[in-house]
């Protein structure tokens, strides 16, 4: 398995919770950074929050204060805390590194998040 396994996606109503978690390999956590990408229905994929080896983040304005990505360097797993969800968060989301070069290699499947009104 060389594409990161993302889980913790589901059903949940606005104003829930959710915390999705990205298991990837060490040849891609080894690459630096890393960061949660998401595409919802008849969009393109955004970039939602990223995260340097040392763990500086950031994250786009639609989440910002709602969504906090975090790494555990040691078992090579991105987390994304999503609280306060709102149905415009409805997406497929994926992990993958930050560096344009090489995501096209290792997009996963992604995991399902579906926020109801």
């Known amino acids: 398995q060389v594409q990161p396994v993302e889980s913790g996606g589901g059903l949940v109503q606005a104003g829930g919770s959710l915390r999705l978690s990205c298991a990837a390999t060490r040849t891609i956590f080894s690459i630096g950074a890393m960061a949660w990408y998401r595409q919802a229905p008849g969009k393109q994929r955004e970039l939602v929050a990223p995260?340097?080896?040392?763990?500086?983040?950031n994250s786009a304005d639609s989440v910002k204060g709602r969504f906090t990505i975090s790494r555990d360097n040691a078992k090579n797993t991105v987390y994304l805390q999503m609280n306060s969800l709102k149905p415009e968060d409805t997406a497929v989301y994926y992990c993958?590194?930050?560096?344009?070069?090489?995501?096209?290699?290792?997009w996963g499947q992604g995991t399902q998040v579906t926020v109801s009104s």
């Open positions: 993958n590194t930050l560096v344009p070069g090489l995501r096209d290699r290792y």
């Open positions: 995260i340097t080896s040392g763990g500086s983040t």
